[in-house]
C-alpha cells in the first residue's frame, strides 16, 4: 500500500516539476494531474470496511472514498428492517365506502375493503357514518364487516343518520395462519334493492398487525 503510493506521489512530483511546459499541452496536462489524484485518493483511502454488531451496517472510515454500495446496502437493510417493523406495530387503517359502491339489483352485496397477508391479527373496529344509506323504498340497511372465519362487526345500522357516536368493538383473531384473506364489508338492505340507495357514506376503521 505504503509502496503503490509512493509511486503515484512520485509521478505527481514529476508533473509539478514540468509544470512549466503547461502552457503547450494545458488541457491535457491538468487531465493527467486529476486522474492521478484520483489514483492517489484511491491508494490511500482503501480501507477494509468494519459493520455495526447488530444489524451489520457498514462503518465508513475516516477519509474512505469508495463507500457508495456500502451506503446503498445499509438503505436497503434500513428499509427492510422497517417494514418488518411496520408489519409488527398495530395500526388503525381507514376505509371509506358508499352507496353507490355497494349497488346493485340484489339485497347484499359486499366490498373488499383489503387484502392482508397469512398470520394478520385484528384487533379492533370502530364504524361511522357521515351520511345515511337511503334511497327508494329501502327501509332497512346494515353492514358487516369480517375477515372469515373473523367477524369484526355484525349489523351496523347505516339507516339511522349519523350521531357523535360511532359503534366499535375489540376483537382478536387471527383469519388465516397460511393464506392471505381479505377483509370484507358486506350490506344488507330491506325493503328495496341496493341499487335503489341514493345516500350513504361510511368510515370503517381497521386496527391490526402481522405476525412475524
Known amino acids: ?28 496536462f491538468i487531465m493527467c494531474k486529476f486522474l492521478v489524484f484520483l489514483l492517489v485518493s484511491s491508494v490511500s483511502f482503501a480501507q477494509s470496511n468494519t459493520y455495526t454488531t447488530n444489524y451489520q451496517y457498514a462503518k465508513p472510515n475516516d477519509g474512505s472514498t469508495s463507500f457508495g454500495d456500502s451506503i446503498r ?49 385484528f384487533e379492533a373496529i370502530v364504524v361511522n357514518s357521515t351520511a345515511a344509506f337511503t334511497g327508494g323504498s329501502i327501509s332497512a340497511y346494515t353492514i358487516d364487516v369480517d375477515a372469515s372465519p373473523v367477524s369484526l362487526i355484525s349489523s351496523y345500522d347505516a339507516f339511522l343518520a349519523p350521531t357523535t357516536t360511532a359503534s366499535g368493538q375489540s376483537v382478536y383473531g387471527v383469519a388465516n395462519f397460511q393464506s392471505p384473506t381479505s377483509l370484507i364489508a358486506t350490506a344488507n338492505s330491506s325493503g328495496g334493492n341496493l341499487d335503489t340507495a341514493t345516500a350513504g357514506s361510511v368510515d370503517i376503521y381497521v386496527k391490526f398487525q402481522t405476525l412475524p
Open 1 to 28: 500500500m505504503a509502496s503503490a503510493t509512493g509511486e503515484v506521489l512520485l509521478v505527481l512530483l514529476v508533473l509539478n516539476s514540468i509544470e512549466g511546459l503547461r502552457p503547450l499541452f494545458f488541457k491535457d
Open 73 to 121: 446496502g445499509n438503505w436497503d437493510k434500513a428499509d427492510a428492517q422497517f417494514k418488518t417493523l411496520n408489519d409488527a406495530v398495530s395500526s388503525w387503517t381507514k376505509y371509506t365506502v358508499t352507496y353507490a359502491q355497494f349497488s346493485t339489483a340484489a339485497a347484499t352485496n359486499q366490498v373488499v375493503l383489503a387484502n392482508v397477508p397469512a398470520g394478520t391479527v
